[in-house]
């Protein structure tokens, strides 16, 4: 007996298994609606002007363990660096019970949106934890469920200020040490709301221009971190509102924004044990003054009782388009990361506050001892302040940066 070598391939295709039909099945609906073969499905409902006239040059299908190892060997080509960037989004630890049974757990990460949440309490619960987090280290009073990315979170803070503010201004002042990605997003949001966005140094040029609201950083992207309370005061007597988008796990160890007199904090909590995952996805926070709470963007979860008498938790507001008239929301286009603010909060409880402390003050001592081999070496290290961001002055940059 003979056998060709085609013969003794895995026929099992990892297209077909995970995306497919099954021959049966593609003939029952085939025969339901009145064709012998795909060919003649085809031939009938897709316009000839668009239809190929060529098949595509395409390989054919393979078993799901030959895929795996053509992905691997593909993964194995990349050159890895390191990444020093910052601005934002930093290398973190996820605690192995955390990926294990929140990251990787079906329960968490195949759930969307709870439209019946009343029957998802262990949800709440987590993101009610995730909202005390935020509430805590920011020193504000109330702060929703978590937003899509800490741009995007910037420009609905942007929208906040405008909605909650006295002035009739319609400009928006953005400090020119906010993170850039922070800058972009309020400039493209800002076009189509008829916003004007000036970008300025708030202790030079703040001054200049009547603003319904001013973005200011903390720290900023060069590292450095002041106090803005006499700022935040002299944005106040401009009628306008004070938005502060601040490195949450720094607030371990800074004086929180809240405190300062800020109307509303935003930012991102990637660095609580969510992987960088090239640039997302990742939890954004927003939190504000309880008088403004029916101006917040997204969800807030409550907590009442039931009719026995039980704690319970809930949706206490939700001022999002699906939920009110579209012209009612305070957002039409903001969701939640309820995946990632959930791994981000257990995070915190993982670690307890103590942890966390532990945790941040060991990133200011890596950079700390950065610093002094970076100076002995003979740069120069620009920041008053920092956390764990350096500006260094490099005279041959260019040079340094092709090594």
Same mark, same amino acid.
């Given at each position: 007996?003979?056998? $060709?070598?085609?013969?003794?391939?895995?026929?099992?295709?990892?297209?077909?298994?995970?995306?497919?039909?099954?021959s049966?099945?593609?003939? $029952?609906?085939?025969?339901?609606?009145?064709?012998?073969?795909?060919?003649?499905?085809?031939?009938?409902?897709?316009?000839?002007?668009?239809?190929?006239?060529?098949?595509?040059?395409?390989?054919?299908?393979?078993?799901?363990?030959a895929?795996?190892?053509?992905l691997?060997?593909?993964?194995?080509?990349?050159?890895?660096?390191?990444?020093?960037?910052?601005?934002?989004?930093?290398?973190?630890i996820?605690?192995?019970?955390?990926?294990?049974?929140?990251? &990787?757990?079906?329960?968490?990460?195949?759930?969307?949106?709870?439209?019946?949440? &009343?029957i998802s309490?262990?949800?709440?619960?987590?993101?009610?934890?995730?909202?005390?987090?935020?509430?805590?280290?920011? +020193?504000?009073?109330?702060?929703?469920?978590?937003?899509?990315?800490?741009?995007?979170?910037?420009?609905?803070?942007?929208?906040?200020?405008?909605?909650?503010?006295?002035?009739?201004?319609k400009?928006?002042?953005?400090a020119?040490?906010c993170?850039?990605?922070?800058?972009?997003?309020?400039?493209?949001?800002?076009?189509?709301?008829?916003?004007?966005?000036?970008?300025?140094?708030?202790?030079?040029?703040?001054?200049?221009?009547?603003?319904?609201?001013?973005?200011?950083?903390?720290?900023?992207?060069?590292?450095?971190?002041?106090d803005?309370s006499?700022?935040?005061?002299?944005?106040?007597?401009k009628?306008?509102?004070?938005?502060?988008?601040?490195?949450?796990?720094?607030?371990?160890l800074?004086?929180?924004?809240?405190?300062?007199?800020?109307?509303?904090?935003?930012?991102?909590?990637?660095?609580?044990?969510?992987?960088?995952?090239? +640039? +997302?996805?990742?939890?954004?926070?927003?939190?504000?003054?309880?008088?403004?709470?029916?101006?917040?963007?997204?969800?807030?979860?409550?907590?009442?009782?039931?009719?026995?008498?039980?704690?319970?938790?809930?949706?206490?507001?939700?001022?999002?388009?699906?939920?009110i008239?579209?012209?009612?929301?305070?957002?039409?286009i903001?969701?939640?990361?309820?995946?990632?603010?959930?791994?981000?909060?257990?995070?915190?409880?993982?670690?307890?506050?103590?942890?966390?402390?532990?945790?941040?003050?060991?990133i200011?001592?890596?950079?700390?001892?950065?610093?002094?081999?970076?100076?002995?070496?003979?740069?120069?290290?620009?920041?008053?302040?920092?956390?764990?961001?350096l500006?260094?002055?490099?005279?041959?940059?260019?040079?340094?940066?092709?090594?």
């Amino acid at each position: 007996m003979t056998t $060709k070598i085609e013969d003794l391939l895995n026929n099992d295709v990892f297209t077909n298994r995970h995306i497919g039909s099954s021959s049966a099945q593609k003939k $029952k609906m085939l025969d339901y609606l009145g064709f012998d073969n795909l060919d003649d499905l085809i031939e009938e409902i897709v316009p000839d002007i668009i239809r190929r006239k060529k098949p595509m040059n395409i390989a054919d299908g393979i078993s799901e363990l030959a895929a795996l190892k053509q992905l691997r060997n593909l993964a194995r080509m990349n050159i890895r660096y390191k990444s020093f960037i910052g601005q934002g989004y930093y290398n973190s630890i996820t605690p192995p019970v955390i990926q294990r049974n929140i990251q &990787e757990n079906p329960a968490w990460y195949s759930a969307y949106t709870p439209y019946q949440p &009343e029957i998802s309490q262990g949800r709440l619960e987590a993101l009610m934890n995730f909202q005390t987090m935020v509430t805590d280290l920011t +020193g504000m009073e109330l702060a929703n469920a978590s937003m899509l990315d800490e741009a995007s979170a910037c420009a609905e803070a942007m929208s906040f200020c405008q909605r909650v503010s006295k002035s009739k201004s319609k400009v928006f002042f953005v400090a020119n040490d906010c993170y850039p990605q922070n800058i972009e997003v309020v400039l493209t949001r800002a076009e189509p709301l008829g916003i004007e966005v000036v970008i300025g140094d708030p202790l030079v040029d703040l001054e200049k221009h009547d603003c319904f609201g001013v973005l200011l950083q903390y720290p900023n992207t060069y590292g450095n971190f002041s106090d803005y309370s006499k700022l935040i005061d002299s944005i106040h007597e401009k009628q306008a509102l004070a938005a502060v988008s601040a490195d949450l796990l720094s607030l371990t160890l800074l004086k929180p924004p809240g405190e300062m007199g800020a109307d509303v904090v935003i930012g991102n909590t990637q660095r609580f044990g969510v992987p960088i995952g090239y +640039g +997302g996805p990742h939890a954004a926070y927003m939190s504000i003054k309880e008088k403004h709470k029916r101006s917040m963007p997204g969800r807030i979860i409550g907590a009442t009782v039931d009719t026995k008498g039980r704690l319970a938790y809930r949706l206490a507001l939700q001022t999002r388009e699906q939920h009110i008239r579209r012209e009612k929301a305070t957002s039409n286009i903001c969701t939640a990361q309820a995946l990632l603010a959930v791994m981000a909060s257990m995070y915190a409880v993982y670690h307890g506050p103590e942890g966390l402390k532990k945790i941040a003050e060991r990133i200011f001592r890596y950079a700390a001892v950065f610093a002094d081999g970076i100076s002995e070496m003979g740069f120069r290290i620009v920041n008053e302040t920092f956390f764990d961001t350096l500006t260094i002055e490099v005279k041959n940059s260019d040079a340094v940066v092709m090594q």
